[in-house]
């Protein structure tokens, strides 16, 4: 590979990656109302990592993440800040990249194929929810008294597990679509 062609997949990876970080940051500010309405920041995420690869799609994920941190208002409800992720919801937030690094591992050990990362969306979504279950429980009897694990389920997690089941097989489907169109199949 030439100097100029390394050079132009560089500029291309980082273009891509800041595209995503904007994706996951306009699907976190849609919000589809239901009984308990949701946004598609799981589905961004998911898509970022499926059509990008897990090294790529994790850094979306992550700059989505510190572009929040630092202020600008790219979480759900046009939020922002530090004090977001350091609420009740913020381990889902933090719960995000942790899905991604699992999907770039399970990626690692046993390819692009579409099984496998059905199954690592899957399990990016159990962690996810696991950490911000975990962060929830933490933060809330921190400022509001103890709460039980079936509670902060039947608040955090139940009400989202089809939603959620909705939008891995809407990325699911999506990704593979744009990396072929993106010719990011092979690429890493």
């Given amino acids: 590979m030439t100097t100029q062609t390394t050079t132009r997949s560089k500029t291309y990876d980082m273009v891509y990656i800041a595209v995503f970080a904007v994706l996951i940051a306009i699907c976190s500010w849609i ?9 598609l920041q799981t589905f961004a995420v998911f898509l970022a990592v499926g059509v990008l690869g897990g090294k790529r799609g994790s850094l979306a994920v992550l700059i989505y993440i510190l572009l929040g941190a630092v202020g600008i208002p ?58 911000g279950t975990v962060w929830f429980m933490v933060v809330y009897a921190q400022n509001s008294g103890a709460v039980g694990l079936a509670t902060v389920l039947g608040w955090c ?31 890493e």
């Fill in 31 to 39: 919000s589809i109302p239901m009984t308990v309405p949701f946004t």
């Fill in 74 to 131: 790219v979480f759900a409800g046009f939020s922002g800040g530090i004090g977001v992720l350091l609420g009740n919801t913020g381990g889902y937030i933090v719960g995000f990249l942790f899905s991604a690094l699992l999907m770039w591992q399970i990626e690692k050990l046993f390819g692009r194929k579409t099984w496998v990362l059905g199954v690592s969306m899957v399990l990016g979504l159990i962690v996810c929810y696991a950490i």
């Fill in 157 to 187: 997690v139940i009400p989202f597990i089809i939603p959620d089941l909705v939008k891995i097989a809407l990325a699911l489907t999506l990704s593979k679509r744009l990396s072929k169109a993106l010719k990011l199949n092979g690429q």
